[in-house]
């Protein structure tokens, strides 16, 4: 594996435009380091670093399934396996661009709870 496409694939991560960014998000929240990645996914390690330089798929049900099919056989991954990763970035990516509100300065940061009658 040479080193640069190493490093360019793990500094793709950060960005949501690239399979990497899911790839990334999907490792962290089930606590795979790369090789138990590359597992999940039925591929190498040096297959992997090359699949995460790929754009990540289209958002459309149409575009995303073809993206993924495509994806999946050049890079010889795992396609429903590739699907939830890639879904999985994207819903982060989207909570990331528009995340919840904030609370209303009256609860303070407090959850306030539901009463069936007044306090006494």
């Not at 039925?42 to 798929?57: E, F, I, K, N």
Request: proline share 9%; with cysteine.
């Amino acid at each position: 594996m040479n080193a640069s496409t190493l490093r360019l694939a793990y500094r793709a991560g950060a960005d949501p435009f690239f399979l990497a960014f899911a790839l990334a998000e999907y490792a962290a929240a089930e606590g795979l380091d790369d090789p138990q990645l590359a597992a999940a996914l039925g591929t190498t390690a040096d297959l992997l670093a090359h699949a995460r330089l790929c754009q990540s798929p289209r958002t459309d049900p149409d575009g995303f399934q073809a993206d993924v099919d495509r994806i999946a056989a050049k890079f010889a991954l795992d396609r429903d396996v590739l699907a939830v990763v890639a879904r999985h970035g994207q819903v982060v990516a989207a909570m990331r661009a528009d995340p919840p509100p904030a609370p209303a300065p009256e609860t303070n940061g407090s959850v306030l709870a539901a009463r069936d009658r007044p306090p006494s």
